[in-house]
């Protein structure tokens, strides 16, 4: 059974950091393009960051950009979301995605990823 599983959310106050873990089971993450995804209440899912099979090449909404860094470790077959000067906005539930692709640009577009998770929640908040 495919699964991906977030871990490492919280509430945190602004300014502070956190890291998101993605752990792949059931299948290896080395053909997968990896998206993470966050949907605030009352708010549209939307693409925060996306990392290509290789780690090659990365993308970032441009509200996280400077603050947030995705990486992945196809040893461990997890992905990561470091974020750091977290803002009141950056509030919402986390997913990630896995997309089967060898293409050397990844999305930030929710459509193409097939498998995802449950997600895990991030609170900023003083």
């Known amino acids: 059974q495919l699964q991906l599983v977030e871990s490492g959310g919280g509430l945190v106050q602004p300014g502070g950091s956190l890291r998101l873990s993605c752990a792949a089971s059931g299948f290896t993450l080395d053909y997968y393009a990896i998206g993470w995804f966050r949907q605030a209440p009352g708010k549209e899912r939307e693409g925060v960051s996306c990392i290509t099979i290789s780690g090659g090449s990365t993308n970032y909404a441009d509200s996280v950009k400077g603050r947030f860094t995705i990486s992945r470790d196809n040893a461990k077959n997890t992905v990561y979301l470091q974020m750091n000067s977290l803002k009141p906005e950056d509030t919402g539930i986390y997913y990630c995605?896995?997309?089967?692709?060898?293409?050397?640009?990844?999305?930030?577009?929710?459509?193409?990823?097939?498998?995802w998770g449950q997600g895990t929640q991030v609170t900023v908040s003083s």
């Open positions: 995605a896995a997309r089967r692709t060898e293409q050397r640009m990844c999305v930030m577009g929710p459509r193409p990823y097939a498998y």
